[in-house]
């Protein structure tokens, strides 16, 4: 079995909580974090890393499994075919996901992600208990792992953009004058994009998740060498609310 996507993704959050530890200001930034928002964090992360991976390899599995009984393994992709898939076909799909979840029918579910206050690796996974179901990672992942004989290039896209997803989240910005941001920058969603995403005043930006073309293609695309000087919206929703029901 391919346990390489696990460890990758693991060794990117230690990473970068022990960044956040040893960071003074990211360090002094958590200290302010309410007792709710460490539970809400710490359940979120839980159901992400565990329970939703749990969920694909066996409830999700079966439903293709019944669904296309002779197509297990039937795709015989190149492992680098099937990481361009992962990686830029699967992107675009979520940046219509992320839109849709903004849209007025599904703007709720999506909103305790959005009270996020600071940039925070703890707070990538902050969600209703059951977002995850509306997200289009949990069913086209769970597909292509079935369909593919050779699910590895496409499980080092996943890796990758889940790393990238924890990346994006935390403190941690790669400087201007760095020579990587210079290279990354032009197409990379950075942690100060993803930022103004998180910005209480305008979130209708940047909803890319790995790549910045489709923001810059759909004209969503926020640019900014500045931080927003506050994040996160304010709901009237309770801890039990923000978990099970999000609707005010
Ligand atoms: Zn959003
Ligand atoms: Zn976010």
């Known amino acids: 079995m391919q346990n390489f996507a696990p460890i990758i993704i693991f ?4 990473g970068l909580v022990g960044w956040t530890i040893t960071n003074q200001f990211a360090r002094t930034q958590i200290k302010f974090k309410s007792r709710e928002d460490w539970l809400l964090d710490g359940i979120g992360l839980t159901i992400q890393g565990i329970l939703i991976p749990l969920l694909q390899a066996t409830l999700v599995y079966w439903l293709y499994q019944y669904l296309f009984p002779n197509h297990q393994g039937y795709l015989k992709l190149s492992p680098i075919l099937t990481f361009m898939i992962s990686l830029i076909v699967v992107d675009y799909l979520y940046y219509w996901n992320h839109r849709l979840l903004h ?13 996020v206050t600071q940039m925070d690796v703890l707070g990538t996974s902050r969600n209703t208990l059951w977002t995850s179901l509306l997200i289009v990672y949990l ?10 004989a050779d699910p590895t290039g496409y499980l080092l896209g996943v890796s990758l953009t889940s790393a990238l997803d924890l990346w994006r989240h935390s403190r941690l910005m790669i400087s201007e004058n760095n020579w990587l941001y210079r290279f990354i920058s032009p197409w990379l969603i950075l942690p100060q994009d993803h930022a103004w ?23 969503t695309y926020y640019a900014s060498k500045e931080l927003p000087s506050t994040l996160g919206i304010t709901t009237s929703l309770t801890f039990i609310q923000k978990l099970f029901f999000p609707f005010s």
């Open 11 to 14: 060794i990117t959050f230690i």
């Open 103 to 115: 849209s007025k029918l599904f703007w709720q579910v999506h909103q305790v992600h959005h009270t």
């Open 139 to 148: 069913w086209i992942h769970t597909l292509f792992l079935y369909l593919l």
């Open 197 to 219: 995403h998180h910005c209480n005043e305008i979130y209708h930006c940047n909803y890319g998740a790995n790549l910045k073309i489709w923001d810059r293609l759909h004209e």
